[in-house]
């Protein structure tokens, strides 16, 4: 079996192929891909695989971006950190789904619905994309967030967020206003929910909303420094390998 891997997190695309390899050792991962771009240029260019793992979120975009550009010809099972409406929506195209974080249980019975509707995702390899995206309110992502501090509850629009980060092991909202509010969900969690138009996940700890960024520069290692009209403790940097990604999301406004 030759399988792709979408997934612009290095570490969950390492987790999910030592499962891969683990659970079906006579598989062959040929590829493992970060974006959009990368991803169709791979797609337009080789042969189709025999199933394909897909995170929703890219860094550069949607996933479902990459079905408007090349032709899939085989199964697509999701990588998704969604709720069960989501899920529902995406098992009602016919295609599969595994949960972040990923588990053995979940990868296993993945591989056995897959395997099981052979014949069925040979006959239906394009989804309703439209009809996905309308069912699962990807375009617009989520409007706001409740939170609590100083015993009270407070609603924060996504509009009003500069940047969500990591501090202190927990994901902590920033508005532009320069106040600060924790929240449960882990920036994973956070950045599924929101909108991949409005913002980039930077690297492991910041995730910026686009109109919060002021100005980027080029960096040392072909690495971009980003500033942000909200002031951040560290230098926020982004690695070579999503520097055509960023600048893209950048543009395509």
Same mark, same amino acid.
């Given at each position: 079996m030759q399988i792709i891997i979408i997934e612009d997190e290095l570490k969950a695309a390492k987790s999910l192929a030592a499962m891969?390899?683990?659970?079906?050792?006579?598989?062959?991962? @040929?590829? $493992?891909?970060?974006? *959009?771009?990368?991803?169709v240029s791979y797609l337009s260019q080789h042969q189709a695989p025999d199933l394909i793992f897909m995170d929703i979120q890219l860094s550069d975009g949607l996933c479902f971006e990459i079905f408007k550009s090349v032709k899939i010809q085989c199964p697509v099972v999701f990588c998704t950190a969604y709720g069960?409406?989501?899920?529902?929506?995406?098992?009602?195209?016919?295609i599969d789904y595994i949960l972040k974080p990923f588990s053995k249980e979940a990868l296993q019975e993945a591989f056995e619905k897959v395997e099981s509707f052979k014949n069925f995702f040979q006959q239906h390899t394009q989804p309703d994309l439209d009809g996905l995206l309308k069912k699962i309110g990807l375009d617009e992502g989520k409007k706001s967030f409740l939170v609590f501090k100083?015993?009270?509850?407070? @609603?924060? $629009?996504?509009?009003? *967020?500069a940047y969500i980060y990591i501090k202190y092991e927990s994901s902590t909202i920033?508005?532009?206003?320069?106040?600060?509010?924790?929240?449960?969900?882990?920036?994973?969690?956070?950045?599924g929910?929101?909108?991949?138009?409005?913002?980039?996940?930077?690297?492991?700890?910041?995730?910026?909303?686009?109109?919060?960024?002021?100005?980027?520069?080029?960096?040392?290692?072909?690495?971009?420094?980003?500033?942000?009209?909200?002031?951040?403790?560290e230098k926020l940097l982004i690695g070579k390998e999503k520097t055509s990604s960023f600048l893209q999301w950048l543009e395509n406004r």
């Open positions: 891969i390899t683990k659970l079906r050792p006579g598989a062959t991962i @040929t590829a $493992q891909l970060q974006s *959009i771009e990368s991803a069960e409406y989501t899920m529902d929506a995406i098992k009602a195209n016919g100083n015993n009270k509850y407070t @609603t924060i $629009q996504t509009e009003q *967020i920033m508005t532009f206003q320069g106040q600060e509010y924790a929240i449960d969900q882990s920036l994973d969690q956070v950045q929910l929101l909108s991949a138009r409005q913002f980039f996940r930077l690297n492991r700890q910041y995730l910026v909303n686009f109109a919060a960024v002021k100005e980027v520069e080029h960096y040392f290692a072909r690495k971009l420094l980003v500033k942000l009209t909200v002031p951040t403790a």
